[in-house]
């Protein structure tokens, strides 16, 4: 008599699984048995084999399998801005490039956006993300929601349109109270909704654009509901340099002076730090988002005097986000490799950031950022079942002697092949299931058409080529 338990999913012949479970186990020939979208039960195939079965089997063989990645910062709203911010210094980028990108957008290419950054994400094995904040958190969440993938939701607050980088567009700016009922809103809106892969959070966009009332008031929000509070700080000299002059103290510093720095604040670059910064960020441990590709597209310096291993080194949680496609990539696996070939180089060092300590960053420490790390982050009996399968067959993933140095310093995103969120396969042959992408690609090019109608496209776009 078979004592085999009824699981919904098994993915079985997994050339590597790679866990980052709380051992770090790498399992060869590695199985999964999948119950009510939870990882039932994680070991070798013929283990696996023995105590489970399922009506829908998954055979994985030639696949290196990992947790679904967790992008701790991306404006979805800006995937349709590729190509169009490009040799701008910090300053440039977003007054003369983004703002006024952002400006022009509407409802329904907000919608593109998003979708287009929800394929992207998935394509790469990103399964769950946080959004700093549009203007359209509805259109945002009916986008990433219809494509099956797991979010932390925000909404843009600016209550300040003044500061000493610049002058925003005055479509973005609203009046304090409007921010925090807003915010508010959200939260009374979308907790429990869409089978528990949305999370709320709070957040002001950037912190010289926004009052000591709005901070102190979304920190209140944040608190009551358990969530995470999020903000733009220390993303290059510019903003550190406009905080010492309009706040007398550099950002964290005026983090710290209101309050608001704990566990449950995700600072977003965090790559311009006064020594006593260091300090206090070691003791309040908020998790820092590195963003490597936003800072090395545009030269922001975040490595040239980053302190992100630092940080780790004292117990910092510390993470990835892609940032934006202004930057180009949006994809974590292309991120992991820009983060530790950064630090490597201007160190002058090998042995900094070793490829392990960059897949926790996109899986663990994501989890942990996004206030989600009981639930998702590794391949664990009792964590929700978010895996990725890469193809291993393929050139960049051979020879397989070691499947942590091939995803970090060969793969890219696309040669994802199976993603799963919650047990649900999302991606199937490197195509989403659950959306049409023909569909999304003509709407996209029609939301690009519309938004380069209404920008001046001389001055947000860089060809020095002539154009017949
Ligand atoms: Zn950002």
Redo the contacts with the bound molecule.
């Keep these: 008599m078979s004592t085999a338990q009824q699981a919904d999913l098994l993915v079985r012949n997994m050339d590597w699984l790679l866990t980052v479970d709380p051992d770090r186990r790498v399992i060869r020939d590695a199985a999964i048995a999948v119950k009510n979208g939870k990882f039932a039960a994680v070991g070798k195939t013929a283990a696996i084999d023995q105590a489970w079965r399922a009506d829908r089997v998954v055979d994985a063989k030639g696949t290196v399998g990992m947790p679904g990645m967790i992008d701790n ?1 991306l ?1 979805s709203s800006f995937q349709l801005a590729r190509g169009l911010a490009d040799e701008s210094n910090a300053q440039s980028f977003l007054f003369d490039h983004m703002y006024p990108y952002e400006a022009v957008m509407g409802e329904d290419d907000v919608y593109a956006s998003v979708t287009l950054a929800a394929v992207e994400m998935l394509r790469h094995g990103v399964t769950c993300y946080i959004e ?1 904040g549009n203007y359209y958190p509805d259109a945002t969440v009916r986008a990433v929601m219809g494509a099956g993938m797991r979010m932390v939701l925000a909404t843009s607050c600016f209550d300040r349109n003044k500061a000493v980088t610049g002058l925003m567009p005055d479509a973005m700016i609203e009046d304090t109270g409007r921010c925090i009922a807003k915010t508010e809103e959200l939260f009374e809106k979308y907790p429990g909704k869409h089978e528990g892969r949305l999370a709320v959070s709070a957040s002001f966009r950037g912190m010289n654009n926004s009052s000591d009332e709005l901070i102190l008031a979304l920190k209140g929000i944040a608190q009551r509901h358990n969530a995470i509070l999020q903000t ?1 700080a220390c993303y290059s000299y510019f903003t550190h340099d406009a905080s010492v002059v309009q706040y007398g103290m550099p950002e964290i510093e005026r983090l710290e002076s209101l309050g608001v720095l704990d566990e449950n604040m995700l600072v ?1 670059h965090g790559g311009w730090l006064e020594p006593h910064e260091i300090a206090l960020l070691a003791r309040r441990k908020p998790t820092i988002v590195c963003c490597p590709s936003s800072s090395l597209h545009n030269g922001y310096g975040n490595f040239t005097v980053g302190k992100h291993p630092e940080l780790m080194a004292l117990g910092v949680n510390v993470s990835l986000g892609a ?2 496609a202004s930057s180009g990539t949006v994809d974590l696996v292309q991120e992991m490799r820009n983060c530790v070939y950064g630090y490597k180089e201007i160190r002058l060092n090998p042995r900094l950031m070793p490829p392990e300590q960059a897949v926790e960053m996109a899986t663990i420490n994501g989890a942990r950022g996004a206030g989600l790390a009981d639930r998702v982050g590794s391949v664990a009996a009792g964590k929700e079942a978010d895996l990725v399968l890469f193809d291993a067959t393929v050139s960049e993933w051979q020879p397989l002697y070691n499947p942590v140095s091939n995803l970090v310093y060969s793969a890219t995103g696309n040669t994802v092949k199976h993603v799963f969120v919650g047990g649900e396969q999302v991606v199937r042959d490197g195509r989403l299931t659950r959306v049409d992408e023909n569909e999304i690609m003509r709407e996209v090019v029609k939301a690009g058409e519309r938004i380069t109608g209404r920008l001046n496209m001389k001055k947000v776009m860089k060809l020095r080529w002539p154009v017949e």
């Design positions: 910062h404006h700093p733009h977003l940032d934006h």
